[in-house]
């Protein structure tokens, strides 16, 4: 009971509703092309096909950032 109440009472959460009831992966990092985003993002795509309460959390700034939102948008995947 104590983590559900932590969640509901979480800024991440009242910021992001919908992450709620997912699992999330995070990165965490500076958004570089050499960090090779795009692979995480396949790998995710692959893990939503089999599950679908996984979300992905990409929090850092960098100079691949537009580009990643363009390629999730693309995708038809909700950016935030």
């Given at each position: ?25 995070m990165y965490a990092?500076?958004v570089g092309h ?21 979300m992905l959390l ?23």
């Open positions: 009971a104590q983590k559900t109440e932590e969640k509901e009472n979480s800024s991440l959460y009242k910021k992001f509703p919908n992450l709620k009831d997912k699992k999330i992966l990092g500076r050499e960090k090779n985003l795009h692979f995480l993002i396949d790998v995710l795509k692959k893990l939503v096909d089999k599950f679908d309460d996984v990409i929090v850092g700034e960098g100079n691949a950032k537009e580009g990643l939102a363009n390629d999730i948008k693309k995708r038809a995947w909700k950016s935030m």
